[in-house]
């Protein structure tokens, strides 16, 4: 169990003030819900039935590396993370960037000075932050140059961790740090009221354009919230997930609480109480991890919806696909290949050797009243890889002119290996594209030591009303 902040505390906290446009809904007892004892909500004490409730699913971004948790010590120049892990003093180095303007102070175990000195495994990142930050790119240490464009185009799905009510979806001129985000309420004490647990959560730097809720909308755990990106203060395409208390609604105070509670030793030196939040079991923090996917069932399929692919099985050999690399579509008994097809005798192969870059592309037309679709696939992945993630496999929908609008990811690593597994994917709400052209993207990019081949067939996008 997470040790609690002590009950003694006689000093009022100071509240933080994340300034963060307030929505403020009726106070409880216009609502018939339970009133929050506001004293022990402003000293960080949350009332007995706000204690360790755990609602979130972790993680909320499929295959995503955490590169920064919640900084507990709010000493400036030293950073303590949820077990422990800290910093030493003076020990580090100041990140800076001019666009975004950027100066943040990283903290390092070791006792050194500067980026060089300090391994990037030893690199805690950085003083005051208040929230989980998912990276989207493997690469994202930048160490001590900002350089954001050689990120360009790299997003990923964010899906919402728990069932909830969206405050807030889109940007705040008064704020211009978020970018692109969304807050959620969430219902804490589990009475079936969104609005009496002065409880949110906040999700940042989406994709401009590329959110799927609208304020007021209910979502459940698992629902696709949008396209992540590097709108606002972002050096690198991630999601800044972060769960913040107030002590009334929203409307003037509001602070941070980390969802990993405080599972270091003695006392936690956040002036707040926290505790563990998560539903799914623990995540041991173990440097920089590679997180799973939590995807919404899409089982149901797309009963009513029409063929918008043409060929997708392949058997048509080349025809319809663009191909871009080396062996794309190829057929049973093609010299070097070692599987079979999911059905009939052709295939798509991408990877396969050192250094890939293997492209698939299939233009198609959103018909008119078109509001729904489903992609489904057939995917085998064998490797050789025996570290993590390294090779990827990417799946985009995209505008004819690259835009990405959903994206999933898959890499060495996915299991089941060595056998066909069938993917079902939601697509996004296709009715602001009827009549217009949108591009089916398959790409492998592989490292340069070890094999991974990805292997492709039965794509079919059906789409309807």
Known sequence: M??????????????????LTAEAPPPPSAQGGPAVDEKLAVQGLAPAALADQSI?????????????????????GLVTFYNGRASSAGAGFTFTCSNPAMNDWVGCEDPVSGETACSNNRELWYDGHH?????????????????????????????????????????????????????????????????????????????ANALAVTAGQIVNAGDYLGLGGSTGYSSSPHLHFEVQRSSDYFQTNSWPVDPYGWQGPGGDPYEYQNVKLWRMPPVNYTDFLYIPAVAKDSSAGCGGCDELLQNGGFEGGHTAWDEQGVMIIVQRGEPNLTVSPNSGDWLAWLGGRNSATDVLNQDFTI???????????????????????????????????????????FNNTYTPRGQWVQQSLSLLDLSPYQGQSLRINFKAVTDASALTNFYLDDVSIQAGP
């Open 131 to 207: 929230g989980t930050d998912y990276e989207f790119s493997p690469n994202w240490y930048t160490g001590d140059t900002c350089d954001p464009s050689r990120f360009n185009g790299i997003t990923r799905q964010i899906f919402a961790p728990a069932r909830g009510q969206v405050l807030m979806a889109g940007t705040d001129p008064n704020r211009p740090a978020n970018g692109w985000h969304i807050r959620i309420k969430h219902d804490l004490n589990g009475n079936g009221n969104f609005n009496d647990d002065n409880f949110r959560s906040v999700y940042l730097h989406f994709t």
């Open 367 to 409: 018909p008119a009243g078109t509001a729904r679709g489903m992609l489904n696939f057939a995917m085998l992945i064998t490797t050789t890889e025996t570290g993590g993630a390294a090779d990827y496999f990417y799946v985009r929908l995209r505008k004819p002119d690259g835009t990405v609008l959903q994206e999933w990811l």
């Open 56 to 76: 979130f699913a972790n993680p909320v971004v499929p295959d995503a590396v955490i590169s920064g948790y919640f900084d507990h010590q709010s000493t400036a």
């Open 2 to 19: 997470p040790k609690i902040h002590p009950a003694l505390l006689a000093i009022l906290i100071i509240c933080v003030l994340l300034g």
